[in-house]
Structures are given as C-alpha cells and as structure tokens.
C-alpha cells in the first residue's frame, strides 16, 4: 500500500462532486469514473457500494485520457472512511473510481484495499495462499503483480479473460453471459446493470463460460474469500 492510496483510501467521495476552495461542494454531470466487470471506465448516473484507484487518469478539465491505470496497485476501498471528504478527481494526485460492488471490482482485476478494508485485505491475502498452497501470504506488490498479468493483455491492453466449465466456478465470479457481464451465484446468473442485478436465469452446468475474473480471485474466492455484493443479488436470491 503507497502512501498516497493511503491518504485517499476510503474518504468518503461523491463520484460526481467537486470541492471548492471554500469547501462546499458543487454537482456537475457525472464524471467518467464508473468501472464495469470488463473494467472500462464509464460515464453514468448510476451510484456503486465501493470505490478504488488505480494512480492519476484525469487531466485538468477533468476527463480521462487514453491511459487507464498509472501503476498495478489496483485496489477497491469502502465510500466513506472516518467522515473524510474528497474531491474525486484531485489536480495530479488520483482518480477516483466506483463499483457497483466488490464482484465487479474483482472481475475488473481489483482487489480489496490493506487500508481502509484491512480485514477484507487479510481475508483475501489468506484464500489466496491457501489456494495456491503458499507457506504464507504474499505481499500486496507480489499480488499486484500476479493480478496485472492476468487482467489485460499486453498488447492490446483489452481485458484478458479465460475459460472454465459453469460446475467448477465458486459463486461470486463474474463471467460473459448472452453477450454482457453476469453473476454467477447458486448455480445460476444475474445479469448485471450499473443499477443493480437484474432478475436470474438458468445456467447449463456442464457448459464453458467466458471467466471475467482474473484466475487468482476465482481462486480466492473458491478458498472461501466472500466478495461484498450489491443488495439486488440478495433481493433476486429470495425472490419465489
């Protein structure tokens, strides 16, 4: 964890707000900081559960430019820390991003923030070494960088995505589903909308699914690490 997402992780930010110079805060049209489960950052309306940071990749006018990280150290972080106030788009120093809920931001190749969520970070850290079998967690750089090679390809810089059979994937994992992001949970999939879930559809078991969360968090989350996830999953799953 580097300082500077130290200083901002967590603050409690407005994804459409501005800071004046006297404090008061001004609404604009929404800022392009919405993240989806491919990872593209978004302009919408729609508000998430949790917000991240991936370095500066706003200019001055405040729109993005082509570059969308500034180093690996991708991280998703509650919306409000301890009252704190922040400028979502602070001169040269980050950009702040939203999700609609820790499923997406995994499937966006996020991973829980050490600081504001220490005990959801420590929780993840320990899925994954028992996962892979490790004598003791990794370090947040050394997972950083594991992330980083299975989220975008290096090339292209596109998401990077992989296959698996529907029966094998733990629930909380994002895959492609009729041609947009879906949650897989209880055996079958919730279409996914900046908005929330959408109602669930039956999932053919035995069939190979496009996997949008990197490999490493489907291992986590299969060794038990459990991803916050937006009320709309809940209110689907008690639905007659």
């Known amino acids: 964890m580097t300082s500077a997402s130290a200083n901002w992780a967590g603050s409690r930010v407005s994804p459409d707000s501005q800071v004046r110079p006297s404090g008061r805060v001004r609404r ?110 990794l370090h947040a750089v050394e997972m950083d960088a594991q992330l980083h090679a299975e989220r975008v390809e290096s090339r292209s810089r596109r998401q990077r995505t992989h296959q698996a059979v529907a029966g094998s994937l733990p629930d909380g994992v994002m895959i492609r589903h ?16 900046f908005a929330g879930y959408q109602t669930s559809v039956s999932l053919d078991h035995g069939a190979t699914v496009e996997v949008l969360t990197p490999p490493s968090s489907v291992a986590a989350i299969a060794k038990g690490y459990r991803p916050v996830l937006h009320p709309s999953a809940a209110a689907d799953a008690s639905t007659p």
């Open 28 to 137: 604009s049209q929404p800022l392009q900081n919405r993240v989806t489960p491919t990872g593209d950052i978004v302009s919408v309306p729609a508000r998430g559960t949790l917000m991240g940071n991936r370095g500066c990749l706003h200019r001055p006018d405040r729109t993005l430019g082509t570059t969308r990280w500034r180093s690996k150290l991708w991280i998703c972080c509650v919306l409000d820390w301890q009252g704190r106030k922040r400028d979502p788009m602070p001169p040269g120093r980050w950009t702040a991003l939203f999700f609609l809920d820790e499923a997406t931001a995994l499937a966006a190749g996020h991973r829980p923030c050490g600081y504001c969520r220490r005990p959801a970070y420590r929780a993840y850290a320990e899925a994954w070494r028992a996962a892979r079998d490790l004598a003791q967690p």
């Open 178 to 193: 009729d041609g947009g992001p879906a949650l897989l949970t209880g055996g079958r999939v919730l279409p996914w909308s």
